[in-house]
């Protein structure tokens, strides 16, 4: 692979990832939102093959596949499941889909995308250092990781469904994955995989929870999460 | 500065003015035809405008020169527009002062014009519709102007015939992502700016929820004509704006007539295939509730901000 | 040490636990078509911590003198820190395990529970501590991560084995602010190793502890600063530092009770000490004021934070986790002045707090049985109703004050005194005030509980059974223990705290 | 047909009985004067009729109230009954019946260009003076306020719908206030039944509001037959209620699309306009006439064919095909939720009708509380949502148009084949009620024969009047903008509220 081509590339799939992440907190239908989740663990396995490919490693393609597999295939088929077991309403017209719908997020959907932006700035200033220290194509990217970590953070605190929240939990773990393959073409494959098994089963176990919190609320509303507090 | 030059930017401006009409016939009937009817006909919008200018004109009651003054300022800046914008040239006599600051001035300058005619005319209407309109161009104009900033990284330059010299040069540049979301989010600034669905059904009669219409509500006659080429022609400049910095191939940067006339049937068909790509999706998408318009535009603003700092934190060698 | 004796002693803390788990969920799955819990398979449960301790033991005569032993080619290691807190570890959990056939013969006599979920719990309580082994075993970081991690996983549905909207909502906070805030340690894990890879370590060793630790002067200084501050941040989440303590007083108030014992007194403890190993390496790097003012910080701010909310704390649960999180910033005040009097104090800390705190929860436990209460307010004249329990609980809360003969009163005045010669005298005395605060409002309430005459509602006077109060009474004997003389252990203690710079 | 019950009462006893009837659930579905010459029963007075309705089980309970002739004076009812005070204002614009502590004395039908005491359905009335001697200035009542401004729209709209003038009191563009005044299209209907014999009181019927054809047609008709007592075949009944579903389909399938189209996706509008217009083809072909005039006969009924069901499970598809692409569409879904929510309790107070009110949890259905055709042929379920939403009004509507294609089969079916069913009318000539769930609601006529066999009064009421209050009320805190998607959403009729 020609340098220029790996860079032009490998930019592409970090536009694309970075997109998805903005594309997550700009959107409100939890189905879109699902499979955007999708494509952002698709451009994240496009990261590690096009890394994999230009630095001639064929482990990381492998890892790229498995990647792939996990986190464009498996997380969002069982997010999208737990959203079609919340799906209600029988005939041939659904009346409630507030279940699939990010109705009222905690922080209003323009005041968000603002935040995103200034996200992405403080990001861009963090990442400073890392790239200074080894200004490669590779790395000049991170901020695009950084980025995404932080969108998923605040995505993760400012939504108010349940899955919307499991959704930014993704999202921050695909930007700190992405990071690991930007700074440094992925941790080793022994803390890859454990890693990937601890996010495959941390999600299952919301999943569970979920459908927990739906026969104990009638609702995935984390707003109705005022059981517990210090009063 | 040869004479093609010149020729060059006077056949700018001609297509434009006399193509701009065509356009919006041609996406109406584009749009007619999808939804099953008729249509009527691509030449319709001039059959309106020569219907329109042979009416008498009529002013409003206690309207002052703003609202005279509105639709001559309207067609005079995009014409303007037109002949700096390297929609067919890159080097005319006037490709130095083509400064995208000052294209993008020169647009506002227009909606700022007919939002002051709107309110110029002390109706309800033509309040709100100007209320909405600066609302919406608040939030409009910074995204194009970022958007086409990030474009013009890579040149280093924000005169707009460099940027675009620099694209024909480096064809890499148009795949990098930098320039992929700042196109994305000109579109839809493009789509808020010329009043086209999400963010206003250019179709509607209904007073209440119109932007644009309720602006211009009280223009009858000749005003109204020049009111609607104006805008026609903003939207035929826009979508060519886009057209020459997503896919500038074509555009001559040399002087020979040949290429320029070959450059100008490219711009033809580039601005009708994307008034027909427009026209297709408008069919198949709603409008949005007013209050989510702003939610729509954030995000552009996000896509060009993110094309900006992309540009800057991506490799930056990609296109360099 | 011989390469078999090194492999058995390391292993064998892990997978004895992982083995019980594994039959555990065997006879869940049998249990699930009927099949009884026999009695003795509860008590073999302690055969997991009885192998934790013992290895412990072995390991703590033989590290302090011959330096760290491995195996499996580096994968697993243990240092004084480790052996340590392996020892804090069984002992703890021996304790809670003890505890737990009394705690769930009184789940299944008040229906809230049957056989299938009996297994169930032993299943997820072991696996949880394989996890806290491989934790503190494993030499490297990324693998640290992966256990804590799973930590969070195994205990999600200890936490929410009630299916009641307060134990869903605490399970659901539990899982998403520990595992999104752990997440934080990740990135700051692969900052470091960044940073190492930049550095010249080869990509198998870059994670690698004892490599990284000696190597750390050739690391990056500003990727590393932000690496160390994710970290500090991540496992501090899970440590029940600020700002991502929230899910703490939910959790701790909703699990079983001895599950909130292993919790509070041992997890807590193991994240932190996966942090105190960034924090080692962080110093070599960067030089000690970095973590020092990032840990003081911290351990400051949720100090204040945990006393304000035990001044106004009415639910003894939330008042024995919100205690947690006021003794785990002292060990982390401990951790930030270092040296050779703070450090070793601080990890003894450790060790007090876990013992005492086990006690504390178990008894809450016994507690909310008897009175089907969590208010402090409803639960007056303990002492009156049942004396042995009212007592152990009372002395319990005495040890968790930091009262001698406890081991949290040496460990406390060890960790003053450092402050004072080690420079952060002034964190240190704003650190007494807010204990004091924390102290006065622990100790109100918890004599609110126990003395005084019953209130109505309070039933007949009841005695803590024998197989119960054993466990409860060894624990306070220990921490007393401790508190007394370290004997064999002093030796440990220093290894320990040398092996994270208590120089 | 359920038997009427008149009970005479004098002017002080009324609030009381009508606090009863009210009490007891019965709706207030018309009220009407007659001016009573000196040759009936009770000599010369205004008698004002009040039409009360329940069900099921079907009951209906008149009040009769004798004023005196020359000047007649009501007690008010308004705060007993919201419809009530309406029809007080009408009845004192139309009748100059005087309702001294009505709550609201403003003028209702006649504009105030209208001539100073000169009402239009006494019969001493004559032709109208002339215009312009105004009684008074009407103003709108002004919200003040920061920020406060006014909006007037009509009562010429864009686009081609009816009159009607709309004040919204606006602040940024969020709705405080909106006054709806209408009667632009008054057109003395009730004065023109006057005289006229049966069949040309159908015609007129037939015109009252042009979409409600059938409607406005069966309740005058199941008024005649009541009052000569002419008992109409089943068959009879069974082809009118398929009229009646046919009407009901056409009309909500136009909404649909319309309601599409105010959110500007137009296509799916073309493809429900096509679809409305295959459903008129039906109707052509069925009664001869597009709007299904001429199916309805006093005494019976007319179908020129039968709909074929394969053509109705063909429509049925379509219909669900473009409501599911409405409701699978995020914006159109987004701007359909939440808009102009229209709370339970006021739609009860208001004693809105039809999909209004089974929008907002009301399950009010007339097919149910007044049938006409033989036990078990009511609708199986009547569509009721609970949000009060743009949403909820269009779901009702979707879901109305299945049930009445079924109904439709299944009448079909039942009735074998076409043709005319009519018995000629019996003999008598006195009074009768006929109540009809229309398209849009409840449609109840009350007429009065004249000795010589004309119609001596007829007074219909078309649910509009009941729901045209519901939509200030729903579009408090609406935004400025989604007024035409909720305005479409209630679709009122003008003309059969204007009459």
């Not at chain 1, 601890?198 to 005022?226: E, I, K, S, W």
């Not at chain 4, 009924?301 to 599911?324: F, G, S, V, W, Y």
């Not at chain 4, 009702?396 to 069913?421: F, H, K, M, Q, W």
Request: hydrophobic share 55%; aromatic share 6%; with cysteine.
């Amino acid at each position: 692979m020609s340098h220029g081509v790996y860079a032009q590339l490998l930019d592409l799939a970090c536009g694309v990832f970075l997109l998805c992440a903005v594309v997550v907190l700009w959107r409100r239908e939890l189905a879109v939102v699902v499979r955007v989740l999708a494509v952002q663990g698709a451009a994240l396995a496009a990261i590690a093959a096009v890394l994999g490919g230009h630095e001639r490693r064929w482990g990381l393609l492998v890892v790229a596949a498995g990647v792939g597999v996990l986190r464009a295939g498996v997380l969002p088929y069982l997010l999208r499941r737990a959203l079609d077991v919340g799906a209600v309403g029988g005939g041939p017209y659904r009346e409630d889909v507030s279940e699939g719908r990010e109705t009222r997020p905690v922080v209003n959907v323009a005041a968000s995308l603002v935040v995103a932006a200034l996200l992405v700035l403080l990001a861009y200033a963090v990442a400073r250092p890392l790239v200074a220290l080894d200004p490669t194509p590779a790395t000049r990217a991170l901020p695009v990781g950084l980025s995404v970590v932080l969108i998923g953070f605040f995505a993760l605190v400012a939504r108010r469904r349940a899955l919307a929240q499991v959704v930014g939990f993704l999202v921050l773990d695909n930007g700190i994955t992405a990071t690991a393959f930007l700074a440094a073409s992925g941790v080793p494959p022994i803390v890859e995989l454990g890693v990937s098994f601890d996010v495959l089963l941390a999600v299952l176990v919301l999943y569970v929870l979920t459908a927990r919190m739906r026969a104990a609320f009638g609702g995935t509303d984390l707003d109705d999460l005022r059981e517990l507090s210090d009063r | 500065m040869s004479a093609t030059g010149y020729v060059a930017v006077a056949a700018q401006v001609a297509v434009v003015a006399g193509g701009a009409p065509l356009l919006t016939g041609w996406m109406r009937q584009v749009r007619a035809r999808l939804e099953g009817r008729a249509g009527a006909g691509v030449v319709q919008p001039w059959r309106d405008a020569r219907k329109l200018l042979r009416k008498e004109p009529v002013s409003p009651t206690g309207t002052g020169p703003a609202f005279r003054l509105a639709p001559l300022l309207l067609v005079a800046g995009t014409a303007v527009v037109a002949a700096l914008v390297p929609l067919a040239a890159t080097r005319t006599p006037v490709s130095g002062s083509a400064d995208l600051i000052l294209v993008v001035a020169l647009l506002a300058l227009g909606t700022v014009a007919l939002a002051l005619a709107g309110l110029d005319t002390g109706t309800a209407f033509g309040g709100m519709g100007a209320s909405r309109e600066m609302t919406i161009a608040a939030l409009v104009e910074p995204t194009i102007l970022l958007a086409v900033f990030a474009v013009s990284i890579p040149a280093g330059s924000t005169n707009l015939p460099a940027i675009v010299a620099g694209t024909i040069d480096h064809p890499a540049r148009t795949a990098s992502p930098a320039e992929l979301l700042a196109v994305a989010a000109l579109v839809v600034a493009v789509l808020a700016e010329t009043g086209r669905i999400p963010v206003d059904n250019p179709a509607t009669h209904l007073e209440l929820t119109m932007v644009h219409e309720a602006m211009v509500l009280e223009y009858a006659g000749p005003d109204l004509a020049l009111v609607e080429l104006g805008s026609q022609m903003r939207l035929a400049v826009l979508l060519g704006l886009v057209a020459t910095l997503a896919a500038p191939w074509g555009v001559a940067t040399g002087g020979s007539p040949a290429l320029l006339a070959l450059a100008l049937a490219l711009l033809v068909a580039k601005v009708a295939v994307l008034g027909t790509a427009l026209a297709a999706a408008e069919v198949f998408r709603a409008k949005v509730r007013l209050f989510k318009v702003p939610e729509l535009l954030a995000g552009s603003f996000v896509l060009a901000l993110l094309a900006v700092v992309g540009s800057y934190f991506l490799t930056g060698e990609a296109g360099r | 040490m011989n390469p078999a004796a090194s492999a058995l002693l390391l292993t064998a803390p892990p997978a004895v636990p992982l083995a019980a788990a594994a039959l555990h969920a065997v006879a869940w799955r049998r249990a699930a078509r009927g099949a009884r819990v026999p009695g003795p398979a509860q008590w073999a449960g302690l055969l997991g911590p009885a192998a934790i301790v013992g290895c412990a033991a072995a390991l703590a005569s033989y590290v302090p003198g011959h330096g760290p032993v491995t195996a499996y080619g580096r994968l697993l290691r243990a240092d004084g820190l480790s052996v340590w807190m392996l020892l804090v570890t069984g002992a703890v959990a021996l304790l809670a395990l003890a505890a737990s056939p009394g705690y769930l013969a009184g789940e299944r006599a008040a229906g809230h529970t049957d056989a299938a979920g009996t297994h169930r719990y032993y299943t997820l309580v072991h696996a949880f501590l394989a996890a806290m082994c491989v934790a503190l075993l494993a030499a490297n970081l990324g693998v640290v991560w992966v256990a804590i991690e799973a930590t969070t996983i195994v205990t999600a549905f200890l936490v929410g084995h009630r299916t009641t909207r307060a134990s869903v909502e605490a399970a659901w906070k539990y899982v998403v602010i520990c595992s999104a805030g752990i997440a934080l340690a990740f990135l700051g894990t692969v900052l470091i190793y960044y940073a190492a890879r930049q550095a010249g370590i080869s990509e198998a060793s870059a994670l690698d502890w004892p490599t990284l630790a000696a190597h750390a002067g050739r690391l990056d200084p500003a990727v590393t600063r932000l690496g160390t501050a994710l970290v500090v941040l991540g496992f501090g989440a899970k440590a029940g530092l600020v700002p991502l303590h929230a899910w703490l007083p939910d959790a701790h108030s909703q699990a079983p009770a001895p599950v909130s014992a292993l919790m509070s007194g041992v997890l807590l403890a193991v994240s932190f000490t996966a942090l105190l190993r960034y924090k080692a390496v962080a110093d070599t790097a960067l030089g000690a004021g970095y973590t020092r003012g990032l840990l003081a910080t911290v351990a400051l701010v949720t100090l204040a934070l945990s006393a304000v909310l035990l001044l106004a704390q009415r639910d003894y649960k939330r008042m024995l986790a919100y205690s947690s999180m006021e003794h785990m910033s002292v060990i982390a005040l401990g951790a930030a002045i270092g040296g050779p009097v703070a450090m070793p104090a601080a990890l003894l800390h450790v060790a007090g707090h876990g013992l005492a705190k086990t006690v504390a929860f178990c008894s809450a436990g016994h507690i909310l049985r008897l009175r089907e209460t969590t208010r402090v307010g409803r639960v007056r004249g303990l002492l009156a109703q049942s004396p042995a329990l009212g007592a152990v609980f009372g002395l319990a809360v005495v040890a968790l004050l930091g009262l001698p003969p406890f081991s949290l009163f040496a460990s406390e005045v060890g960790i003053v005194r450092g402050g004072f010669t080690g420079g952060l005298g002034w964190a240190v005395s704003l650190a007494l005030a807010l204990v004091l605060f924390a102290f006065a409002a622990l100790g109100y309430r918890t004599g609110r509980m126990v003395l005084g005459p019953p209130v109505a509602a309070a039933g007949p006077p009841q005695a803590l059974g024998v197989t119960s109060a054993v466990p409860l009474v060894a624990g306070l004997l220990a921490c007393a223990a401790l508190g007394t003389a370290l004997g064999p252990l002093s030796h440990l203690l220093t290894a320990a705290a040398t092996t994270v710079g208590g120089r | 047909m359920a038997a009427r019950t008149v009970h005479e009462v004098g002017v002080g006893e009324l609030p009381g009985a009508v606090e009863a009837l009210l009490d007891g659930g019965a709706r207030l579905g018309l009220v009407a004067a007659h001016h009573d010459g000196e040759g009936a029963v009770g000599g010369r007075a205004v008698r004002v009729v009040y039409l009360f309705l329940a069900g099921p089980p079907d009951l209906r309970t008149e009040l009769h109230v004798r004023l005196d002739a020359d000047r007649p004076r009501l007690p008010s009812l308004a705060e007993l009954s919201f419809p009530a005070g309406r029809f007080e204002r009408e009845m004192h614009d139309l009748h100059g019946v005087e309702v001294p502590d009505h709550p609201l004395p403003r003028r209702l039908v006649r504009h105030f260009h209208w001539p100073r005491g000169w009402y239009p359905l006494r019969p001493d009335a004559g032709p109208p003076p002339p215009f312009g001697e105004p009684e008074g200035p009407y103003p709108f009542l002004r919200v003040e306020g920061d920020g406060v401004y006014e909006i007037p729209v009509g009562p010429v709209h864009a686009g081609l719908i009816e009159p009607g003038h709309f004040r919204f009191s606006v602040v940024g563009e969020t709705i405080i206030k909106l006054k709806a005044r209408l009667w632009f299209v008054h057109k003395g209907v009730e004065k023109l039944f006057q005289g006229r014999d049966v069949a040309g009181g159908l015609r007129l019927a037939e015109r009252i509001s042009g979409d409600t054809a059938v409607g406005h047609a069966l309740a005058y008709c199941l008024a005649v037959e009541e009052a000569t007592g002419t008992d109409v075949p089943e068959a009879a009944r069974q082809a009118r209620a398929l009229l009646l579903e046919l009407e009901r389909v056409h009309n909500h399938v136009a909404d649909l699309g319309a309601l599409c189209n105010d959110v500007g996706h137009a296509i799916l509008n073309a493809h429900a306009q096509r679809v409305r217009e295959e459903l008129l083809r039906l109707n052509q072909l069925t009664t001869g006439h597009r709007l299904l005039r001429g199916g309805v006969l006093p005494g019976g009924a007319a179908l020129r064919a039968l709909p074929d069901p394969a053509r109705t499970a063909a429509l049925r598809a379509d219909i669900r095909e473009i409501a599911q692409l409405a409701l699978g569409h995020t914006t159109v879904r987004d701007r359909f939720t939440g808009t102009a929510r229209l709370p339970e309790q006021a739609a009860r107070d208001l004693g809105c009708l039809g999909y209004v009110a089974r929008a907002s949890g009301l399950t009010a259905d007339a097919r149910i509380a007044h049938p006409f055709l033989a036990e078990g042929s009511a609708p199986p379920a009547v569509p009721v949502h609970t949000a009060g939403d743009v949403l909820a009004r269009f779901l009702v509507r979707a879901e109305e148009i299945e049930v009445s294609l079924g109904l439709i089969d299944r009448l079909a079916a039942s009735l074998g084949a076409p043709g005319t069913y009519a018995v000629p009318l019996a003999g008598g000539s006195g009074s009768g009620v006929g109540v009809v769930e229309g398209w849009r609601g409840a449609i109840a006529t009350r007429l009065e024969f004249s000795p010589d066999g004309t119609l001596a009064r007829v007074k219909p009421v078309d649910p509009s009047f009941f729901n045209w209050p519901a939509l200030p009320v729903a579009l408090k805190a609406t935004i400025v903008p989604d007024f035409p998607l909720a305005n479409k959403s209630f679709n009122l009729s003008y003309a059969g509220n204007d009459l």
